[in-house]
């Protein structure tokens, strides 16, 4: 599991109603701008870096465009584009090797040495209540960690468990038929599509990660290259790298706004036109466009008018796209308009479409290890299926997982209600203990995590320094995940998870106010000091927050921001 901030570059009641699924052999049964908020963003543009690792060492690849000769020499990249993309090569980073490990071991030993290192020192001193209450919390990793009480009821009912010949033996490596049905209808119901989705477009691994590997490895060769907005979850480097070879090419984003119809770090077809020219000036031959909807780290979600123009786009320039959907029940704020890109009337390159969606963020089963794919390209969708022989999941997971997804009334009326509104009261407690401090933050109502802008505790706006005070965090015993780590272009920037127990956020918080206070220039002490009032009232408030009603606690978490928001 890669590393949260790790410094590299890159990273109620379950009733159980509802027949068992049949088992083959087996005998009986667009941003909505109200959706969005920006604590007191400074318009202020910082120096613009190449943030993928490697752009100065980038080998010969064909272009989009022309006769794509696999000779091709490197090219010279055009100065004028270099502030918008970034062209990563992680074999470039590589200090040293080992006697023992092929070239290709080598690097991946690599990733996870320099990308392990906040997760490996979490875990040497993890925080627990009772036998180490001084140890680390962990606000890094975006798990949910609020609804552990529901799962744990509905999985224990004694539907969830079934043993048959069938379960035990070799599955269409697609993923037994039973549970590909169960997908596809749940994928039309929850994605809205305008036609049910067919079970034959289905195929099921063992999770997300499992699925950008494979999808790189079908879709592209090596050394051939992805679009994706940045920042990103990093770890997205790795899945796409360590077997496939396939790169990826930066479309920077930054914080800057620059009119009323504008948001931070918002993606614009304007920025992928000029992501693609620059990696196309460099001989770097695109293949597809790599979107996550709802967004990590920044928790956007895209209109349905943005997502037809980054699909018009894709088309226009014969690119896959492939669409991450894994947070897409995690929309706490109904105004963030969510729209699945299932849900569309017309997808303008079905062919180039594909759809990725886990168990692991929506129900909080980042540890299960179950992703699905949905194409309509029949040949994607087989050469996909033959890696499931390395990626499957074994036949009573999937089992339960059809349970699971086909029991709509404990979804609809127990898990989901009670999940958004656990979301919604800790990003509530968290973004006023941010208010507090007088730390802006993007949030816009999806997703486990607050976009946290931390630059004026950066002495200097580098990214050295921000891994220095990442570090200072974690001496202080909170582990978050700094900018970098995404591929932000602009040092400082943090993603703090809030998806957690009350009492490990109150004891988080506590912490991540003493990081940044302890490096606070002499002439902002003040501010500090008089947040500390405020932050010891939310503190108070957040023992009672979780404990009320439904309603009452909406009416506490959806009052106004106190000064101006995007």
Known sequence: MPGPGAPRSAAVDASGRGQRPRVPGASGAGASSSAEEMFTLPQKEFRMTTACPGSDSIQGLPSNKGDGLEGECSRKPDEKLLKFYGVGDPAAELSSSSPYLSSRGSVIKWFWDSAEEGYRTYHMDEY????????????????????????????????????????????????????????????????????????????????????????????????????????????????????????????????????????????????????????????????????????????????????QEYLEFAKRHELHVMVDEVYMLSVFEESAGYRSVLSLERLPDPQRTHVMWATSKDFGMSGLRFGTLYTENRAVATAVASLCRYHGLSGLVQYQMAQLLRDRDWINQVYLPENHARLKAAHTYVSEDLRALGIPFVSRGAGFFIWVDLRKYLPKATFEEEVLLWRRFLENKVLLSFGKAFECKEPGWFRLVFSDKTHRLRLGMQRVRQGPAATVKTDAGQAICQADTLLGLALEEDSLLLALPGAARCALSCGPPPLSCY
């Open 128 to 307: 627990d209540e009772d036998k180490n209450p001084s140890g680390i919390i962990n606000l890094g990793t975006s798990e949910n960690k609020l609804c552990f009480d529901l799962l744990s009821r509905r999985l224990s009912q004694s539907d969830m468990l079934q043993v048959e010949p069938a379960l035990l033996q070799y599955p269409d490596w697609r993923g037994h038929l039973f549970l590909r049905e169960e997908v596809a209808r749940f994928l039309s119901f929850y994605c809205r599509s305008p036609a049910s989705l067919k079970p034959e477009n289905v195929v099921v691994l063992n999770g997300c990660a499992s699925l950008f590997s494979a999808l790189a490895t079908v879709l592209c060769e090596a050394g051939e290259a992805f679009l994706i907005p940045a920042p990103y979850y990093g770890a997205i480097t790795q899945h796409v790298y360590l077997y496939g070879n396939v790169r990826l090419v930066c479309v920077y984003l930054d914080s800057e706004v620059t009119g009323l119809e504008t948001r931070p770090f918002q993606l614009t077809v304007e920025k992928l036109e000029m992501a693609l020219q620059g990696a196309n000036s460099e001989g770097v031959k695109v293949k597809g466009l790599i979107l996550i909807n709802p967004q990590n780290p920044l928790g956007d979600v895209y209109s349905p008018g943005e997502l």
